[in-house]
């Protein structure tokens, strides 16, 4: 038997690997929770997890193991942890500019935004629901980059809200002036 495999089954290294495996499922955990929330990309909320760990001290991976629980438990604490997540969370949402040229004359009709916001929300409520899961994210993250290329946005986050006022102004009656 070789030196590794002595190391690999000792109880410190079954640790080790038990510790890495969390580890690893809790930013799976958490980047769906946060990709669903903002809504953003897979590789937004990574980033957003990281901004959030370095303003509260703390790695990445305990960021997302703190995050995982919290969205898990759906407890809402003033942790140092959770109020730099919101804050991490609200701050990508705010940094949301629209692509150069974008204007409400380029959007599709109402139907087809209706219809990608319809699978849109439907893909951040299955992957709120089970958001470890890599095929409900990799949906999440292709809906929501089809809404990006159809109202001109660069971020989910402004490419929902686009969408959504356009269909609503849609549905307003016309007013003619006087």
Known sequence: MGREAVHASSPAAGGAVHEALTAQAALARATGMVMALVPCTAETARRILLEAARAA???REHMSLAAAAML?????TDSP??????SAMAHAQALTDPLPGATAAMLPGASVLRRHLNHLRAARRRTMDAPE??????ELEDAGYSL???TGQRSVHRALLTAEQAVATQRLPSVEPN
């Open 81 to 86: 942890l959770q109020q730099s997540l919101r």
């Open 57 to 59: 001290g703390t790695t």
């Open 148 to 150: 990006c290329l159809l």
């Open 133 to 138: 899961d890599p095929a409900l994210r990799a």
């Open 72 to 76: 898990r438990s759906g407890t809402r």
